[in-house]
């Protein structure tokens, strides 16, 4: 029986909770994609069953209103949470759809957003963002992939890797130079794959498989008309972009963290060792607290920051940070002592605790590393002290 009792938490409302409910019911029914035989497959399949299902309707939503938020965060993570707890490789087919259109969504004229968003939502095109470069990940200011306005086109040529569902996306939301140093001079792109001058070089393989590769471009050309925003803005579109989706890297993490515990319970319970179930050790329970604690901690810090991203006024970049922050690092912890109460089995390929430890490590990584997040706070943290307020 899975616990939804946070969801009575105040940041939540009544359509948040029916979310959770409808999705677990779907969820719970989908198979686990383990080890699929071909990753791309997998990927496209989930990315058209979580379209028939509706779920993409989140990540790429059509506004109801001009007043309506692009992108409801709360709606997300809890999506991102309760797809992580039964397969990671759904979560990932559901992220990359809303982290590859999300700046579209934010940032889009109107003719991008009915170009791109509807696609989005119904699986027909699926989306990629490409930032981070061979000698800039964390500092994207210094990114060098340089987009050259010439008669109605920008010319792109330079290389960016690292790109999630890079070779079975169907577009990029590219991060390209086109003014000066620093982070001043950077714009935001789409990029359709089949442009010339667009080539796959290398498919990347990682511990937790999913579509990975570095891309290169050579003089390829995309119209001005896929410029999003004005040239310049495009480092404040990525942090904008990834200030709604660090918060959901962190309830992914939760998710892998929950079911790590739903593990531990159940194969503590199970498992004598001296004539007695292992939960009964002490040192089991010490474990099995410092997981609920931890458990509960990721999950206030990462609704908070949903919530005040959703509800308040301003950037919460603070909030998402400290969310992803705490989410990921407590959960790699919280799956290391499943994988440890799990002994022999714990390491074994095919156990669901082995196959967490191989999917967390990654989002210690991806959209901002841990390190970046301690510099996000912190420089937060000075400058709220150095105006004297704790707001
Ligand atoms: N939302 C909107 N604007 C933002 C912002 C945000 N979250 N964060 C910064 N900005 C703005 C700043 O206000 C500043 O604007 P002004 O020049 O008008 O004041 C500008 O962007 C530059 O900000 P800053 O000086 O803080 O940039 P830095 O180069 O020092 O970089 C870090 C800041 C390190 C935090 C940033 O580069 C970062 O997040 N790096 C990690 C990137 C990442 O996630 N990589 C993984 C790739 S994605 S898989």
New binding site residues.
Partial sequence: MVDRSYLDWPFFEERHRQLARELEDWARQQPNYQHPVNVDDACRELVAKLAGAGWLNYSAPAPRDAADRPLDVRSLCIIREILARYSGLADFAFAMQG?GSGAISLFGNQGQKDDYLPAVRSGKKIAA?A??EPEA??????LTTSAVFSGADYVINGEKT?V?NGGIADYYTLFVRTGEA???GLSAIIVDADRPGLEIAERIDVIAPHPLARLKFNECKVPKTKLLGKPGEG??I???T??VF?ATVGAAALGFARRALDETLEHTTRRRLFGAPLADMQMTQDKIADMAVAIDASALLIYRAAWAKDCLAG?A?RE?AMAKLHATESAQTVIDQAVQLFGGRGVTSGEKVEELYREIRALR?????SE?QK??IA?QTLSRSLKGTDK
């Fill in positions: 982290l963002f930032l981070s990940g964390s500092d994207i200011a210094a690292w999630s620093g982070a001043g480092f404040k990525a942090m904008a990834l200030d660090r950037r970049t998402v990584i991806y959209e901002g590393a970046i510099l996000i420089r």
